[in-house]
């Protein structure tokens, strides 16, 4: 984790007929390997920076540089293969009648190879432990199944950088559950670099690195432990603290001694059992 794969740079950008502005000079680094969460309540403007990351809107005022390329109307299809894009709702992602189809579609747009397509559809769909569901329609699977296919159709295209819009907010709990555990691996064993977009702290605290977005501009950045030490001032910003950071702190205000905001219930739970044993 030490070049930037993504550079934005004193973006502004209106929608037209707007008077304000969606994204005030904002300015941000994503690195090769890491996973980025970029946070913020409803109209900060993450999805704003989604599709300027994807050339569906171009910036105002700065620049965008993806890899050796800046991000231009002349450069958007080389960027669009260096990023995949899922977006939340999975139902609106199939394009093909059955998920071996689905993930062959990109790959036929892209005019891969017959032998090289049946490799690499069977490849992407294993890495999100899809591999027994080649066959099946979509509407047989579970939203988190549908994700994951989603995610394998993106893969499929080896982009370096997948970005993942509010992917997980139409899940159940157990299919949020599937879908970063396979980001958490797809980061991890295959060195992708994954910028996800959320309101949900809890997803967020899994990531390297938060950034919170308020009103279109850059509140804050910094690791997850940072991000949650501001407390209240994430919650005027309208987010909720993820429920093991809130318990953490109710411990030490109570004055048992939890060292830091822990970011899971397992965590938390180990430091408890770890403190209390130690009595
Ligand atoms: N197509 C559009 N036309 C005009 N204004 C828009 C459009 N899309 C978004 N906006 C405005 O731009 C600002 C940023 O919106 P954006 O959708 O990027 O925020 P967001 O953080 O993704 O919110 P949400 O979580 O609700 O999707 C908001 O003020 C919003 O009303």
């Known amino acids: 984790m030490n070049k930037p794969l993504v550079s934005i740079e004193h973006v502004h950008f209106k929608y037209e007929g707007q008077e304000e502005y969606a994204l005030k000079d904002v300015s941000l680094q994503i690195y090769d390997g890491e996973w980025l969460a970029i946070v913020g309540h409803n109209g900060s ?3 704003t920076l989604a599709k300027l990351l994807n050339g ?11 890899g050796e390329l800046e991000l231009t109307e002349d450069t958007v299809w080389e960027t669009r293969k260096l990023i995949g894009m899922v977006f939340q709702n ?15 579609f990109g790959l ?33 699977l579970s939203g988190g199944q549908k994700q994951r296919v989603a995610i394998a159709s993106v893969i499929a295209l080896r982009p370096q950088i997948i970005v993942l ?23 991890e064993d295959h060195d992708m670099t994954v910028i996800s977009i959320t309101h949900d702290l809890e997803e967020a605290a899994k990531a390297d690195r938060m950034i919170v977005l308020n009103r279109g501009q850059l509140y804050r950045e910094g690791t997850p432990e940072e991000i949650f ?12 603290i993820p429920f093991p950071v809130k318990i953490s702190k109710m411990l ?8 830091k905001s822990y970011l899971s219930e397992e965590a938390l739970v180990a430091q408890l059992w770890t403190s209390h044993s130690g009595k």
């Open 45 to 47: 403007g993450k999805s």
């Open 56 to 66: 569906l809107q171009y910036p105002e005022k700065g620049r965008i540089q993806i």
């Open 90 to 104: 999975p139902d609106n992602q199939f394009v093909g009648t059955t998920v071996q189809d689905d993930v062959a």
């Open 108 to 140: 036929e747009n892209n005019g891969i190879l017959r032998e090289e397509m049946v490799e690499r559809v069977e490849n992407s769909l294993k890495q999100v432990q899809m591999e027994a569901f080649l066959q099946q329609e979509p509407h047989q």
């Open 165 to 187: 819009d509010e992917a997980t907010s139409m899940l159940d709990p157990r299919g949020r559950e599937e879908v970063l555990n396979v980001i958490r691996e797809l980061k």
């Open 229 to 240: 030490q501001l407390d209240e001032e994430l919650v005027k910003l309208g987010l909720d």
């Open 252 to 259: 030490r205000e109570k004055g048992i001694p939890v060292s």
